[in-house]
């Protein structure tokens, strides 16, 4: 397998609220919502760096696409990463995802890699790292 991440799909329980989030209240890029003419079929695509794509897709569609049960909710299974330029970055991407509605879980804060983190979660309780990291800083 080659490790290419092309798109990473969250799982959401109201598909239009968290299309409001990511859209309106982070400033991501979309055409909206699509496929609505298709049982499962509605989803909205947002675009990201490097040309990945991070799609939104509601919990009942994905698990009847996938043929799994849908089970409770944990927003410590996994974590998506956003590496910014600088501390200030960091607590101002945290500041507009609380605006936009998510919740911030930890602030700001020196990290024992010798960086700045913080998390939020979005409306769906899906935990965003946003990170300074002197040693890997993003190309733009």
Known sequence: MKPRVSFITLAVDDLERA???YRDGLGLPTEGVIGTEIEHGAVAFFDLHA???????????LAHDVGVPIGPRSSAEFALANNVRSREEVDAVLAEAQQAGGVVVRPGHATLWGGYAG???????HLWEVAWNPKMLPAD
Not at 51 to 61: C, D, F, N
């Open 51 to 61: 040309g990945v794509k991070l799609a939104l897709w509601p919990r009942s569609s």
């Open 119 to 125: 998390y939020f979660q979005d409306p769906d309780g």
């Open 19 to 21: 299309v409001r989030f």
